[in-house]
Every structure is written in C-alpha cells, then in structure tokens.
C-alpha cells in the first residue's frame, strides 16, 4: 500500500499545475451516506462529476466513464457524482444510474442549477468535472481534460500509472464526431504588467472588502443616462459597444505560487463613476491570498474601485463605484420583446474585441416566486468563458441585458447523434434596473 501511494504521488507531479485546491464541503448521499469531501478520499484520486439525467452530452460521455472507472477504479479512482436534476426528477434517480452502470455515490439536492454545490464550484454549465488528489485536496484536472479521448490518459497520468492510449468508448461508433479543437492560445494580458505600478491597495477594492460588501454594499445615489431612440446601423451599434466595453477582475496574488494573477471579465457602465457586471464575476477566486478588484477600458487604462453600490447573487447583477468620472454610460432599456436584434462586444477565451449579432430568442423565469432575480433572456450573440458582465445591446445602442451564461442540452443520449441547443443566457436590463432603484432608495434614506 505504501508503495501504490508513493507511486501515485509520483504521478500527480506529472499533470499541470492549477495553482488552486478542491472547494471542501459536507453533503448527504442520494443513499442518505454523510460525505465529507475531499477528506474521505485520502489515499485516492476523485473525480467530482457535475451532470443530469436531461443532459445529453453527460450521457454521452456515460460510456467512456463507466468503462474508464471499471477498469481503473481498482487502482484507486472514485467518482462522486453531483446531479442537477430538479426535485421531480431526483425520486427516478436511483434507477437510472442503475440502469447505466453509474456506480459511484450521488449527491443530489433537487434544486438543479441552483444546487448548492454548483453554486460553490461555480458550474455554469454540465458535464462539468474536477480532479482531486484525496489526500491532499489538490485540484489536478478539469473541463476539457476529463471529457472524451482526454478522460483516460489524464486519470492515469493521475495515478502514477503508464498511459494506455486506450481510444475512448464513444469513438469506436461510426457516427461519431471528431473532438472539437482547443481555441487557439490567447495573447498574454498586458493588464499583467501595467496593474503592478498602477495598483495600490488603499486606493482599490480589497478582498476583504469586497466579502464584506457583497454581504452589506455600501448604496449610493446613480444617475442614469435616458435611453437611446435613434435607430443605429450595426456598424455603429458595434462602435458604441467598443468605445463602452470596460473589463473587470481581479489582480490578485495565488495561494499556491505566491505569483500575481489577472483575471478578468466584462463591465459596462451605468453612470460616468458607476460600472454594472455579473455579480459572479467579483466574487473572490478560490487561490486568492489577497489582491483588488480593478476595472480597465480598452486602452488598458485601470480606473480604482471605491464601493460595491449594490449586489445580487440570484440576480447575478452587481454595481461598482469607480473613480474614473467621463466614463460613457449606456442607457438601459426594460422593454425587450422577442425577435429584436441583439448585439455583444466581449473578450471570449481572453480573446479581446469580439462583436456578434443575433435576436432575442426568449424572455423567461428561473423562478417565478422570486420576481426580477430569477428574470432571464436567452439571445443568439456569441460569447464564452471571459465574456461574464459584457453588455447586450438593442439597436439603438441600449443595454437589454447582460452576459450570464451558456447551457448546452442535447435530443440523444449520443450527443453526435442527436440536436444540440446552446441557450446564451444573459440578465434583462430591467432586472439592473431594479436593483438600481434599489440602491437609490437606500442612498435616499
């Protein structure tokens, strides 16, 4: 035994380093079994799998990671399994994992993407996986890394063993569809090297701070810039988004290698000192030690943050007070109907100034119980991971809503041989301008 974990900790050296650990936590099994994760894994490689009974391309990796934990489960791989199936479904959830060989523990908690291990991990979208070293709650592997051709030689290369090159199951189908390439290496963020003489704590958000005022925001007064009746050509909608794209992130120094980071997404402004994001994009990163959150223009400008005005996880809408004054504020516009143009400018995959077009596809509720926060629409603009915060914009140059998410869901359990819908979820502008009056009425008071 002594000599399998020294093998297997041989093996973790050899996979790439994520700088960050596990997020820990205590759960229930869909058995009733207590969980303590990672600690009941020590000696072991787990793998923490985000998925659904409704999810297509999770069942279509169900072949490959059955297969893949049959034959390396005995040498010291576990999975737990993290369902987002939503209270109705969680009764049929026992047999369905029996019935496709998924013999791992499940934790379920019915409340589906609001799960609160989704919540703690930040899942946006499924199959999502993580690696962990049990032992040492190490985060070693995820995304990309533990789907299709990929899922084998990194668990292996995880536990000290030799790589098979052991083709997945799904390929041995003829319908089957070749892996999607990795985008291409984005440029190295200039912010990295500019943030180190321009950033000095006093005159930025802490993350002490900002923990605090995320809990308790700190309102003050925002005046809003009337909306825009002038029909613009696309051209021109796109020139306005580029002059009013801002980013938003943190610079922030790592846990694990005591190096400076810069992670960013998208911001828009509201007011010329106010900027308005997704709330999940402020929230402190897992390896943060300590650092700031700084707001940026195109120009890689870095303006000071000052207060958290206003935030809201449900709504994932937060609102940052900044010292840059001349900012151009875009206006907001509530009335969004189905079918009307839609318009992003964002940085996807860290690659800067990208604009697409597309229309309003739905208008819908998370939850109607909890009013303007679970309001949502679903657009046919283009984004991804980095484009969190960006504005969408109408014709006429208004902000209909903002960057949330991307969910894919697939017809078949064999995603190459079924329809795939990619929903573009972003926040409605009148969901802002809630939490907007909001802000007003507490500075007011």
Known sequence: MRSF??????????????????????????????????????????MLDFWATWCGPCIGELPNLTKVYADLHPKGLEILGVSLDSDDRKASLGEFTKDKGMTWTQICDGK????????????????????????????????????????????????????????????TRPSAKPATPAAPPAPP???????????????????????????????????????????KSSRDVARTA????????WFYRCTRCDKMHINMAGAYAVAPDVVATANHVIEPPATLKEGSVIVANADNEIFATTAILGADAKAD?????????????????????????????????????????????????????????????????????????????????????HVARIQTFNSNPAPSNGTTLVLHEAIPAKTVLNLIKRVNESASR
């Open 189 to 231: 963020d200039p912010l990295l090297e500019i943030a180190p003489k321009v950033v000095k704590p006093e005159r930025f958000l802490s993350h002490e701070a900002v923990k605090a005022q995320l809990k308790s925001p700190k309102p003050g007064l925002i005046s809003l810039v009337a909306e825009s009746t002038q029909s």
């Open 5 to 46: 974990l020294l093998a297997l900790s041989f093996g973790l050296v050899t996979l790439p380093a994520f700088a960050e650990d596990a997020k820990p936590f205590a759960a229930v099994s869909t058995t009733g079994a207590k969980i303590a994760f990672p600690g009941d894994y020590k000696g072991k490689v787990v």
């Open 317 to 401: 809408v937060a609102l940052i007070r900044v010292t840059a004054g001349g900012l151009k504020p875009l206006p907001l516009r509530a009335d969004v109907d189905l079918g009307e143009p839609a318009y992003c400018f964002s940085d996807p995959l860290k690659h800067r100034g990208y604009f697409s077009a597309g229309i309003v596809n739905r208008l819908y509720s998370l939850d109607s119980t909890e009013g303007a926060a679970s309001q949502r629409l679903n657009v046919s603009t283009d984004w991804a991971q980095g484009s969190s915060g960006s504005a969408v914009l109408d014709e006429y140059g208004n902000v209909i809503g």
């Open 112 to 171: 589906g993407w609001q799960a609160e291990l989704a919540q703690l991990y930040g899942v946006r979208g499924i199959p999502a996986c993580f690696l962990v070293n049990g032992t040492t709650g190490e985060l070693l592997a995820k995304g990309a890394d533990l789907r299709g051709a990929s899922l084998r030689p990194t668990i292996e290369k995880a536990l000290g063993l030799p790589v098979s090159n052991t083709p997945p199951v799904a390929s």
């Open 242 to 249: 580029r002059a009013a794209h801002l980013r938003i992130g």
